[in-house]
Every structure is written in structure tokens, then in C-alpha cells.
């Protein structure tokens, strides 16, 4: 892989063009958000230099994106089976693939992947949420019995499951997690850096003399990280 130091936008989109020329090329653009199309047509400018039958791959949530971006039409995912959603839900929450081996959870778990609606992020997210608590049938009964099941959705049936995640949080990580609300949306930050931000903020809680602040830092990135907080 090739390293690029370039900072003005237009060397480096010259430099791409002679990089891409000839050459049969599949670019992937993950979770995209912009809707300028002035935008759009400056980023894809050195693409076209790529051999024809090339490639431009992108995925959004917002219709209008697609629009933008689309020349040749838009496929619309469609949800998750129940069985592939009880399916990656059981490998987050008892990382095997089945109730074999916890055959008390079987009921309660389908009834909570059924809540999913075929949504990978809301299955993965609350498979990772009652891992963290065991395989307790209480703990996985009070999930189901939740009321947050039944606020009303603002956008879309999703944050059900997402408010649960975050619901269950301890308030020590509840709070360092609302402290990224600071950040905008997609902004890309160090982990060292939210750390110190933390340790700043007093968020930390030393248990030990043993652990240093910045390792307890690092714990409480990585309990978020896990719980698919941050990605």
C-alpha cells in the first residue's frame, strides 16, 4: 500500500487520475451522509480516468444520497430473516449460534430478535448489551419486558433497541459516552485523546492504586467499544 502526502486537493486528484488510468478499478463508499452534489462530482472526477466496467459501490440510509450519487439505480437492502436475525443476535449475546447449551433463553431470545425487525444493528446491538450481563433468564426477561419497547418512534424502529443498549449502561460509562456528543457526527477522534478528555473531566473512577487513570481510560473505551457504541 502506498502512502500519499499530498495536501492540495488538486495534486492529489491529478495524482490519483495517473494512478487509476487503465486500470479496472471497484471503490466501496461506506455509511455515506453528504448530499452536496457539487461535492460528489469533485470527488469522483479521477475515477473516470479508471478502465470501463469500473466501479463505484456506495451505501446510505438517506434516499436523498442515493439520488445524488446514483447512475444506474438504487437497490433497497431488504431486513434479515427471523432466523438470520436470531441467528447474529445469538452469536453476539452467546457468541455460538444456537441455544444448546442455554436452552432456558431460547423462548425469550426469539421473542427479543423478533422485536429486531430484521435490523442487523439492532439484533448485534442488543446481543452485545446482554452478553455483558451473563446468561442470567432475569437479565434477558427484563430486556424483553422493557417499556422502552414502546416509546414512540421518532425515526425509525431502530432506537428501541438502542435506547435499551444505552438504558443498561452503567452511569459511569453513561456519562463518558454523552460527553462524545460533543463530537459531530462521523468525526473520527484518537482513543488516547477521548481518554484525557475524560480524565479531565473527573469522569474516571480509580478503584485500585494499582491502575493508572489512562488504563482505566482505556477500559472504559473498550466496555463502549464492545457494546457497539463506538465503531
Known amino acids: 500500500m502506498e502512502g500519499c502526502n499530498l495536501k492540495d486537493l488538486n495534486l492529489l486528484q491529478v495524482s490519483l487520475k495517473e494512478k487509476l488510468f487503465g486500470k479496472k478499478i471497484l471503490v466501496a463508499l461506506d455509511d455515506v451522509w453528504n448530499e452536496n452534489y457539487e461535492q460528489w462530482e469533485v470527488l469522483r472526477m479521477p475515477f473516470i480516468a479508471a478502465e470501463a466496467g469500473s466501479r463505484i459501490l456506495v451505501t446510505t ?37 444456537d441455544f444448546e447449551g442455554h436452552p432456558s433463553l431460547r423462548g425469550i431470545g426469539e421473542e427479543i430478535a423478533r422485536k429486531c425487525k430484521g435490523l442487523p444493528l439492532a439484533a448485534k446491538t442488543l446481543g452485545g448489551l446482554l452478553r455483558t450481563k451473563g446468561n442470567h433468564q432475569e437479565e434477558w426477561e427484563d430486556v424483553l419486558k422493557s417499556k422502552i419497547w414502546d416509546l414512540p418512534e421518532e425515526r425509525s424502529s431502530i432506537l428501541p433497541a438502542l435506547r435499551l443498549s444505552y438504558y443498561y449502561l452503567p452511569f459511569h460509562l453513561k456519562r463518558c459516552f454523552s460527553y462524545c456528543a460533543l463530537f459531530p457526527k462521523d468525526y473520527e477522534f484518537e482513543k ?8 479531565a473531566e473527573g469522569f474516571l473512577q480509580q478503584t485500585t492504586r494499582e491502575k493508572q487513570m489512562k488504563d482505566i481510560g482505556t477500559e472504559y473505551f473498550r466496555d463502549l467499544q464492545s457494546r457497539s457504541f463506538f465503531q
Do not use: P, Q
Not at 437497490?75 to 452469536?91: A, G, P, V
Open 61 to 97: 440510509r438517506n434516499e436523498r444520497v442515493a439520488s445524488i450519487m446514483t447512475t444506474c439505480g438504487t437497490y433497497r437492502l431488504k431486513e434479515l430473516t427471523n432466523d438470520d436475525c436470531l441467528s447474529l443476535f445469538t452469536w453476539h449475546a452467546l457468541l455460538t449460534s
Open 192 to 199: 488516547d485523546e477521548l481518554v484525557l478528555l475524560w480524565m
